[in-house]
T-cell receptor, first 113, second 110 residues
Framework: GAGVSQSPRYKVTKRGQDVALRCDPI?????LYWYRQALGQGPEFLTY????????KSGLPNDRFSAERPEGSISTLTIQRTEQRDSAMYRC???????????FGPGTRLLVL | QQPVQSPQAVILREGEDAVINCSSS?????VHWYRQKHGEAPVFLMI?????EQKGHDKISASFNEKKQQSSLYLTASQLSYSGTYFC???????????FGTGTRLQVFP
């Protein structure tokens, strides 16, 4: 596609439910990154992939958060047993190769009630 | 560990200049600069790699002083479209893991 796309754009869920956030990177981009961004703050690194391999997941807050990119293209960030503190904008970015420019998607705004 | 940006906020008239600084407590491999407008995704401006290079395009340029572990973004003859929040993203070891700074909010008025 022309740019990074994410779905859904908005997600409202009840505490305790699981959610899956999808990221479709720019076609041909090797690297894919997940960030979380609070209002007024910069993006906070969660995890990233090169192709289908998860390279670094040190930013995932706890074991309720997981991510996968099984075929090296689309990625899914899953949050299990959501809590109110998980409410935030979740952004995905992709780059052609490691260390190159990261292009951000529009984000998924998650609200946990 | 989060890079500190200064100033926190800047108000300019069109045509004025501004400098935004990004300081890290760790040695840096590269610095990435982004601008984010309200309600939108961060937009890439430029990357500076280890080596003390300076880059620029149009009226926006940046420098990277690896010894001082800091980078500066220079905005000259500011335009209304420059308004937004500027973030530096730092890579401390060429690991692709960007740690973003505290942000600088810039507003340009006519």
């Amino acid at each position: 596609g022309a740019g990074v796309s994410q779905s859904p754009r908005y997600k409202v869920t009840k505490r305790g439910q699981d959610v899956a956030l999808r990221c479709d990177p720019i076609s041909g981009h090797v690297s894919l990154y997940w960030y979380r961004q609070a209002l007024g703050q910069g993006p906070e690194f969660l995890t990233y992939f090169n192709y289908e391999a998860q390279q670094d997941k040190s930013g995932l807050p706890n074991d309720r958060f997981s991510a996968e990119r099984p075929e090296g293209s689309i990625s899914t960030l899953t949050i299990q047993r959501t809590e109110q503190r998980d409410s935030a904008m979740y952004r995905c970015a992709s780059s052609l190769n490691s260390g190159e420019t990261q292009y951000f998607g529009p984000g998924t705004r998650l609200l946990v009630l | 560990q989060q890079p500190v940006q200064s100033p926190q906020a800047v108000i300019l008239r069109e045509g004025e200049d501004a400098v935004i600084n990004c300081s890290s407590s760790k040695a840096l491999y590269s610095v990435h600069w982004y601008r984010q407008k309200h309600g939108e995704a961060p937009v890439f401006l430029m990357i500076l790699l280890k080596g003390g290079e300076q880059k620029g395009h149009d009226k926006i340029s940046a420098s990277f002083n690896e010894k001082k572990q800091q980078s500066s973004l220079y905005l000259t003859a500011s335009q209304l479209s420059y308004s937004g929040t500027y973030f530096c993203g730092t890579d401390v070891s060429n690991t692709d893991k960007l740690i973003f700074g505290t942000g600088t909010r810039l507003q340009v008025f006519p």
